[in-house]
C-alpha cells in the first residue's frame, strides 16, 4: 500500500472531487484514480460511491477516512518536528455556523489565503453538532456551551446582543421603553433545534433576568431570514452582534432598543470558543492558523463595533 494512495484516498474524500485531488497534488486525474481503485482492491472494500457528478464515501469509507486522516496527520506531525520545518502547508479542515462562517469566518479564510498561499482550507459550515475527533475536523468555532472534555479550547468572547427594529415598524407600533412591553410587540423569533427562543433582560449583569417568551408573526431556523424581516419592518429581533453590519445602524435601517439592558437568549453569557482535537493541537500548522483568526478577529471582536459610529 502506497502513501501516495493514503494521501489521495484524503483528498478525494476531502474535496468529492478527483479532478480537484488531481490538481492539488499535480498530477493527472487518471492517477489519483488508478491509486484509488488499487487502494480498493487491497482492502477488499469500495471507499466511495461514483456517478458522472460527485463522488461521495460509503459507510465502510466514512470510517476508514477518520482513520487515515489521523495517521497521516500523526505522520505529518512527526516529520514536521523531526525536520524542524515550520512551513504553513497542506490541508486543515474549519468547521463553525453557517451564518458565522458566511458572514465572518470566509472573510478571514480568504485572508489566511493570501497570507499562507500553499495553504489548503475546507471550510465546512454546518448548524448541526459536528465531533470534531470523528469527522476529522482541524479547528471548530463553536457558539455555546462546550462539552467536550477531550477538545482544547481558546475563547473568542462572550457574544453581545442587539435588540432592535426598523424605523418604519416603530413608527407603526411605538417604541417600547422596558422588556415587559416587548410582549405587546410583533417579534421575530429564532426558532432552532432546542425551539424557539426566549429572551431575557437584565439591568446589571448579576442581576435576576426579566424573562421574555416573544410572540411575532415569523419563526425562522436562519437568522438573516429574520433579520431581512426586520429590515422591512415587519418586526423586532434579538440577535448577536456579529449577524449585523455596521452599515445598518448607521444609515438608521435599524434601531436599537432598550440600550440601557443587557440582552441574552438563555440566562448566563455564551461565548464563541475555537476548539480542536489535543493531536492536531500539536501542529504547528493549527496553531498558526488559530493564531490568525484569534488575531483577526480581536480583543474585543471586531463585529461588538456596529453601534459605535
Known amino acids: 500500500m502506497q502513501l501516495n494512495a493514503l494521501r489521495y484516498f484524503v483528498m478525494v474524500a476531502t474535496t468529492g472531487s478527483f479532478s480537484a485531488t488531481a490538481k492539488h497534488f499535480q498530477v493527472p486525474s487518471s492517477s489519483v484514480s488508478r491509486f484509488i481503485s488499487k487502494l480498493e482492491q487491497e482492502i477488499g472494500q469500495q471507499l466511495f460511491y461514483r456517478n458522472t457528478r460527485s463522488v461521495r464515501l460509503t459507510d465502510i469509507g466514512e470510517k476508514y477516512f477518520v482513520q487515515i486522516k489521523e495517521v497521516l496527520d500523526t505522520l505529518d506531525l512527526a516529520n514536521e518536528e523531526i525536520s524542524g520545518k515550520n512551513a504553513i502547508r497542506g490541508l486543515i479542515r474549519i468547521n463553525t455556523a453557517v451564518a458565522l462562517g458566511r458572514l465572518h469566518i470566509s472573510h478571514i479564510v480568504n485572508k489566511l489565503h493570501d ?42 468572547c462572550d457574544q453581545q446582543y442587539v435588540l432592535c427594529a426598523s424605523p418604519a415598524y416603530l413608527e407603526k407600533y411605538g417604541t417600547p421603553h422596558s422588556p415587559h412591553e416587548i410582549q405587546n410587540h410583533q417579534c421575530l423569533v429564532y426558532k ?49 452582534t456579529w449577524i449585523f453590519t455596521e452599515d445598518y445602524f448607521k444609515t438608521h435601517k435599524l434601531v436599537q432598543l432598550l440600550p440601557d439592558w443587557i440582552s441574552t437568549v438563555e440566562p448566563y453569557s ?34 461588538d463595533n456596529i453601534l459605535k459610529f
Not at 421574555?212 to 448577536?240: K, T
Not at 455564551?270 to 483577526?296: A, M
Request: net charge negative.
Open 270 to 303: 455564551i461565548g464563541i470558543h475555537l476548539v480542536s482535537p489535543e493531536n492536531r493541537i500539536r501542529s504547528q500548522k493549527v496553531r498558526t492558523v488559530l493564531d490568525f483568526i484569534l488575531k483577526e478577529i480581536g480583543d474585543p471582536p471586531y463585529w
Open 192 to 240: 432552532g433545534v432546542s425551539g424557539s427562543q426566549r429572551w431575557y433582560f437584565r439591568q446589571q449583569e448579576h442581576d435576576t433576568p426579566v424573562l421574555i417568551e416573544p410572540q411575532g408573526p415569523l419563526r425562522s431556523n436562519n437568522a438573516e431570514v429574520l433579520v431581512d424581516a426586520a429590515l422591512e419592518g415587519r418586526g423586532i429581533v434579538l440577535f448577536p
Open 115 to 156: 497570507s499562507f498561499p500553499d495553504l489548503s482550507v475546507e471550510l465546512i459550515l454546518t448548524d448541526t453538532f459536528i465531533d470534531p475527533v470523528q469527522e476529522g475536523v482541524d479547528i471548530a468555532i463553536r457558539i455555546g456551551s462546550l462539552q467536550d472534555s477531550a477538545l482544547i479550547a481558546r475563547k473568542i
